[in-house]
């Protein structure tokens, strides 16, 4: 675990159903400084859900590895942290963020946007394992409710050691444009590393988004989806004869690694659906991916496309 954490660069985020153990592993490959498990259940942790522990695999290539976890109640909070599959990761991350219907009528994800005494105590809950803890949120419910600048304040009173804020409301879900003057905002208002999110899908954005902003980094969703390389492109690092077909199989081997071939051959295919964007005849590779059955018919659409 490294001594001491400096929380800049570009990393790879916490995407539920997306940021499995190989997509961290490839991420982490092409350039990531930082990895981001898919959000956990505190309580599910807890409670030893086998599902829930299944999320928490890693490999030695995630340079930092965080695990980013989810809940409303502190005791739940403080009890998940403490749990021995945690002990592997270096940074414990909160997330306030989901907009998630059902996890927001639970009081969880960005429900906590609407009770910061609440989540300052989960943070506070959090830190009693000694390891830095971070949060993700975002801009407020809605564009009448914009409380970026006061839940970062709020965060960093309760000892948050970085935050990440993504550009949008909890209304917007995932539409519209990410508003990085609101996140530049935040950056100024507090003293701890703020990370801008949303609508970073390559170099280009990445370095408007780090102006606009003046953050000390950036959390890469959905544009490092099927787009490994974008980590690489960010921080100008040349790859030879990079080959995308050679990420994709060791994103599966990996899989492969640490669950059921079954599990693999049903969850891959959406990641193929990503890594196949913008190539010539993308519909049809989605058809056959989403017809596979077994891991021999993944990897025969794989050597035929890619």
Known sequence: MPQSIDFKGVVFAPIAGY?????????????????YTEMVSAKGLVYGSEKTEDLLRTTDSEKIKCVQIFGSEPY???KAVEHKALEKFDVIDINMGCPVPKIVKNGEGSA????????????????????PVTVKYRLGVNAQNII????GKAMQDAGASAITVHGRTREQMYAGKADWQEIAKVKKAVNIPVFVNGDIVDKTSYQEAMTATGCDGAMIARGALGNPKIFSDIKGIDIENYSLKQDILTHLNTMLEFHHPNFVACNFKKHLAYYCRGMR???QIKLDAYASKTIDDIRRVIDRYF
């Open 112 to 131: 906590l946007l609407e009770n910061i005494p609440l989540a300052q105590e989960i943070v506070r809950s959090a830190k009693v394992v000694g390891k």
């Open 281 to 283: 005849g993308q519909r």
């Open 148 to 151: 970026a600048v006061d839940f």
């Open 76 to 78: 739940y909070i403080s």
């Open 19 to 35: 940021s499995d153990v190989g997509a961290r592993k490839v991420s982490a490959m092409r350039g990531a400084d930082m990895t």
